[in-house]
């Protein structure tokens, strides 16, 4: 874990209300402040160091690298370096100055220095403890705005393809119009030109009313019957309220689309669209049934088109577990069902 600002205000707090335990905690027992301030200034730095060495050097370097040989050798050699350098302060400042009868010990008494090693690791465990736990939560949250960023790429790259289709189709309505010299041609470019305002300004949002989508859907298809004449009957039902249920921003209109791409452009006779909204429970339901022609669609090209699978994708990445996208060929109609729960 690299050192940044937030990790080295942690290490400061932490060696802080160590050496404040070291001086206060342990003078406030015996009332010798200026006795338990020199300790705290001497052991203090000698463990900060032991820590040190052992998370920077001996933790990073060897062990996180499976060189456990060089790990157990570095540790014991560093781990006797500073015990005796701990036992040596103890030995020769504390003792003759605090306890005499400590002259007539060993400097290598082993239940001393036992006692001073423990003193010392079980700092060291204490904070390579918090410390390898405070990398840990950091990595997690970084994997965690890394997939948040990749959905959001996702989605924005989903969009992006849902645009330029559309734009495709409705030019080439225009196109057409514009070869037969149809004066509605003009009618039919300023739809497009509202149109394209929403893909624009309102699709960048990341949630939008219903009741705008359906206001986008109703120009798309406008266009649409321009196209088709007389020939075309749709019906677009709001059984309920929907304003105050929101939704990502192109997300109904590629199923319109699909009707008319797999439905009615596939039959010279007349066609039928209806598109059925309706809310219950905190579930945005939207059916759309369009007829087809018996023998014109397999059935399985519905799922194929770059609409539908975007559809797919976005309901996977922003609703898991809150949706059902079913579509069923019955007869001469085909149906497609969605169902979203409110956030």
Not at 59 to 78: C, E, M, Q, V, W
Request: glycine share 4%.
């Amino acid at each position: 874990m690299n050192y940044n600002k937030s990790n080295v205000k942690w290490s400061v707090l932490f060696w802080l209300l160590y050496f404040l335990y070291e001086w206060i905690g342990q003078a406030s027992i015996a009332n010798e402040y200026h006795r338990y301030l020199i300790n705290a200034l001497v052991i203090v730095p000698i463990t900060a160091l032991a820590t040190w060495y052992t998370t920077e050097v001996l933790i990073k370097k060897y062990l996180l690298k499976k060189r456990i040989s060089a790990f157990r050798i570095g540790f014991i050699a560093s781990a006797v370096v500073f015990t005796l350098i701990r036992r040596a302060f103890n030995y020769y400042y504390t003792y003759p100055m605090y306890y005499p009868q400590g002259k007539y010990m060993p400097y290598l008494f082993p239940p001393k220095v036992i006692i001073e090693a423990v003193n010392i690791y079980l700092i060291v465990a204490l904070y390579t403890m918090f410390y390898f736990l405070r990398a840990w939560y950091e990595q997690q949250r970084l994997a965690q705005e890394l997939a948040r960023d990749k959905a959001v790429a996702q989605l924005e790259l989903l969009k992006s393809q849902v645009q330029p289709h559309f734009i495709f189709n409705t030019l080439n309505n225009i196109y057409s119009l514009s070869l037969k010299n149809n004066p509605r041609t003009s009618d039919l470019i300023y739809r497009l030109s509202s149109l394209l305002s929403y893909m624009l300004y309102d699709s960048r949002q990341e949630f939008i009313p219903v009741s705008k989508e359906m206001e986008y859907i109703h120009n798309y298809i406008e266009l649409e019957k321009i196209r088709y004449g007389e020939r075309l009957d749709v019906a677009v039902n709001c059984f309920d309220a929907v304003d105050k249920f929101t939704i990502p921003p192109l997300l109904i209109l590629p199923l319109v689309e699909n009707s008319f791409k797999h439905g009615v452009s596939n039959d010279v006779g007349n066609s039928w669209i209806r598109v059925d909204l309706s809310v219950k429970d905190d579930w945005l339901t939207v059916k759309i049934e369009n007829s087809r022609v018996g023998d014109s669609l397999n059935g399985h090209a519905v799922y194929k088109g770059i609409g539908m699978e975007n559809v797919k994708k976005r309901l996977e990445i922003i609703y898991p577990d809150r949706h059902e996208f079913k579509c069923m060929s019955e007869g001469q109609s085909f149906l497609t069902i969605l169902k979203i729960k409110k956030s």
